[in-house]
């Protein structure tokens, strides 16, 4: 029999009460949360946690603590969405499915500050730094009303990967340095009336032009060697040229070596891997928002010299002239699979920046040369089907 009084009103209220949480509670477990992803779908829309598009445009991933962090270019809707509104970040535990984590690092409303409203921050890239326990975000910022002409790669810091972010400064790539593979004739000054760009580059004209002030920084990455030193990777001398200048220890300013690559190649978008002991670099051509055909390359040495290996893709010819419409962004090397990567780029919506697609495909092998088929789904365990496999030992 009940021991419930009815008499009490008290116990009453409290039983109501409690009837209703339960009601509640399993009236939400009902509810259709998001639905979760088990694949990779490239160019649809991807929702995150709350079911919203994710917002990380030009974007690096990190995986920390079993944890993978997404940052990338926070964009607004309509043609205004193509300037900065800061760096948002994105959780994972399995790659498919993404936790909103917000915006980690936004412009300033100060008008004296570098980073004020207006400027432009790109290709945002997150590193942890075990010596002194910090996230380093490092990005390439546009000073506001200076269109592309500052061309400097700054930096952030914050304890934990979700941010907040506080601002150390920006810089453009050692300056008063020259390159470890400078060669006299790189030094030494020539007319450069009539040339293109990418000639003028060719016989170093920018290169020695920026020596005082430092080397320009614009598409940029971070790559983290096994030796755990760092690198940014970046469009320098007006794009003519990959800047590869290795990081202090703490990651937040340059050792004071770097090389040129691909001089006069005119690259953007370096996304940079390693296997096997060699360094490949994808990268895109200089077109702004419109893809054009991808580019790969490859070193035994981070410093080079760096092999040009062609165009990765391998579909159509009308796919391979505009990367399956896409932009490299980043290589993101998948644990506990050591010959898997993952090829991460952007198809831009200039109109609607917010409505910007990211491509995420296998990177496949043929010939020892990484290459870049479309897949309109696929998963991670795609990867343990690959054949032949990318060492060449056999199936
Ligand atoms: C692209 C570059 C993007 C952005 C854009 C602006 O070439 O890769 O990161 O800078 O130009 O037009």
Same mark, same amino acid.
């Not at 730094?129 to 592309?148: C, G, I, M």
């Not at 700054?154 to 150390?168: E, K, N």
């Not at 006299?184 to 009539?194: A, F, M, R």
């Not at 390359?297 to 505009?322: H, K, M, Y």
């Given at each position: 029999?009940?021991?419930?009084?009815?008499?009490?009103?008290?116990?009453?209220?409290?039983?109501?009460?409690?009837?209703?949480?339960?009601?509640?509670?399993?009236?939400?477990?009902?509810?259709?949360?998001?639905?979760?992803?088990?694949?990779?779908?490239?160019?649809?829309?991807?929702?995150?946690?709350?079911?919203?598009?994710?917002?990380?445009?030009?974007?690096?991933?990190?995986?920390?603590?079993?944890?993978?962090?997404?940052?990338?270019?926070?964009?607004?809707?309509?043609?205004?969405?193509?300037?900065?509104?800061? @760096?948002? !970040?994105?959780?994972?535990? #399995?790659?498919?499915?993404?936790?909103?984590?917000?915006?980690?690092?936004?412009? *300033? &409303? %100060?008008?004296?500050?570098?980073?004020?409203?207006?400027?432009?921050?790109?290709?945002?890239?997150?590193?942890?730094?075990?010596?002194?326990?910090?996230?380093?975000?490092?990005?390439?910022?546009?000073?506001?009303?200076?269109?592309?002409?500052?061309?400097?790669?700054?930096?952030?810091?914050?304890?934990?990967?979700?941010?907040?972010?506080?601002?150390?400064?920006?810089?453009?790539?050692?300056?008063?340095?020259?390159?470890?593979?400078?060669?006299?004739?790189?030094?030494?000054?020539?007319?450069?009336?009539?040339?293109?760009?990418?000639?003028?580059?060719? @016989?170093? !004209?920018?290169?020695?032009? #920026?020596?005082?002030?430092?080397?320009?920084?614009?598409?940029?990455?971070?790559? *983290? &060697? %096994?030796?755990?030193?760092?690198?940014?990777?970046?469009?320098?001398?007006?794009?003519?040229?990959?800047?590869?200048?290795?990081?202090?220890?703490?990651?937040?300013?340059?050792?004071?070596?770097?090389?040129?690559?691909?001089?006069?190649?005119?690259?953007?978008?370096?996304?940079?891997?390693?296997?096997?002991?060699?360094?490949?670099?994808?990268?895109?051509?200089?077109?702004?928002?419109?893809?054009?055909?991808?580019?790969?390359?490859?070193?035994?040495?981070?410093?080079?010299?760096?092999?040009?290996?062609?165009?990765?893709?391998?579909?159509?010819?009308?796919?391979? !002239?505009?990367?399956?419409?896409?932009?490299?962004?980043?290589?993101?090397?998948?644990?506990?699979?050591?010959?898997?990567?993952?090829?991460?780029?952007?198809?831009?919506?200039?109109?609607?920046?917010?409505?910007?697609?990211?491509?995420?495909?296998?990177?496949?092998?043929?010939?020892?040369?990484?290459?870049?088929?479309?897949?309109?789904?696929?998963?991670?365990?795609?990867?343990?089907?690959?054949?032949?496999?990318?060492?060449?030992?056999?199936?």
């Amino acid at each position: 029999m009940s021991n419930v009084n009815f008499q009490n009103p008290l116990k009453i209220t409290a039983l109501i009460s409690l009837a209703s949480l339960l009601f509640l509670a399993l009236s939400c477990a009902a509810q259709p949360g998001p639905q979760k992803l088990a694949s990779f779908k490239p160019g649809e829309l991807w929702p995150d946690n709350h079911g919203v598009h994710i917002n990380a445009h030009g974007g690096g991933l990190l995986l920390h603590n079993g944890i993978y962090y997404w940052f990338g270019e926070d964009r607004a809707g309509g043609t205004a969405g193509n300037t900065a509104d800061g @760096v948002h !970040a994105y959780s994972s535990t #399995d790659l498919y499915n993404w936790k909103d984590e917000g915006i980690v690092f936004r412009p *300033v &409303d %100060d008008p004296a500050s570098e980073i004020t409203k207006g400027c432009v921050m790109e290709r945002p890239k997150v590193v942890y730094n075990a010596k002194t326990r910090k996230f380093v975000l490092w990005f390439h910022l546009e000073l506001k009303d200076q269109a592309y002409r500052a061309a400097r790669a700054a930096v952030a810091v914050s304890d934990q990967p979700t941010g907040p972010y506080t601002y150390v400064g920006s810089f453009r790539v050692n300056k008063g340095i020259w390159p470890v593979n400078i060669t006299d004739e790189d030094k030494t000054p020539k007319p450069t009336n009539g040339l293109s760009r990418l000639q003028a580059a060719s @016989v170093g !004209a920018f290169l020695r032009r #920026d020596y005082e002030t430092g080397q320009m920084s614009r598409d940029m990455t971070i790559f *983290v &060697d %096994d030796d755990g030193k760092a690198y940014l990777v970046t469009s320098s001398e007006e794009n003519a040229t990959i800047a590869i200048a290795q990081l202090s220890d703490d990651y937040q300013g340059f050792s004071g070596k770097w090389a040129r690559a691909l001089v006069g190649d005119s690259n953007e978008g370096p996304a940079v891997f390693k296997h096997g002991g060699k360094y490949y670099l994808i990268s895109s051509g200089t077109t702004g928002w419109r893809p054009n055909p991808a580019r790969s390359a490859v070193a035994d040495s981070i410093f080079g010299p760096w092999t040009r290996l062609g165009n990765p893709c391998r579909g159509t010819p009308e796919q391979n !002239a505009i990367t399956f419409e896409s932009q490299s962004t980043y290589v993101l090397p998948v644990p506990g699979k050591p010959d898997a990567f993952i090829f991460m780029a952007d198809r831009w919506r200039p109109q609607d920046a917010i409505d910007g697609r990211y491509i995420w495909l296998p990177i496949e092998w043929e010939d020892g040369k990484p290459i870049i088929k479309w897949h309109d789904e696929w998963k991670l365990s795609d990867f343990d089907h690959q054949t032949p496999p990318p060492t060449g030992k056999g199936a």
